[in-house]
């Protein structure tokens, strides 16, 4: 956690880095310009056991709340291989036709869109 901290709190390199920084925000609509600060501040309190807990719950192997997305893309000239390979998909899935009503559904965390100033 702390070489993660030392890196966020890089100064930027010159000048176009930190444009880029600010442009991001507002490109994104975000506008969160105290970002690196929030997330430090985030890390500063992150407990290893927190951290173990989550891994545990989440991300390893057979993890009681793991999820996963598999993502196939065809091409128009092979529609036959994507028919026989709806067939093979195992249940419970869920097929997204449409991807930006899909994205526009999920929740964002709070740091994104408009809450700006939401404490981490």
């Given at each position: 956690v702390t070489a993660l901290i030392d890196m966020k709190l890089e100064k930027?390199?010159?000048?176009?880095?930190?444009?880029?920084?600010?442009?991001?925000?507002?490109?994104d609509g975000?506008?969160?310009?105290?970002r690196i600060e929030a997330e430090v501040?985030?890390?500063?309190?992150?407990?290893?056991?927190?951290l173990i807990e989550f891994f545990d719950e989440?991300?390893?192997?057979?993890?009681?709340k793991k999820k996963s997305m598999s993502i196939c893309v065809y091409g128009s000239q092979h529609l036959k291989e994507m028919a026989s390979d709806k067939d093979k998909v195992v249940s419970p899935f869920i097929e997204i036709e449409d991807i930006v009503g899909f994205r526009k559904s999920q929740p964002l965390y709070g740091s994104l869109k408009g809450c700006s100033q939401m404490k981490l």
């Open positions: 930027h390199k010159n000048l176009s880095e930190e444009s880029w920084f600010y442009w991001g925000e507002i490109q975000t506008l969160k310009f105290n501040a985030a890390l500063r309190e992150l407990k290893k056991e927190e989440y991300i390893k192997v057979d993890a009681p």
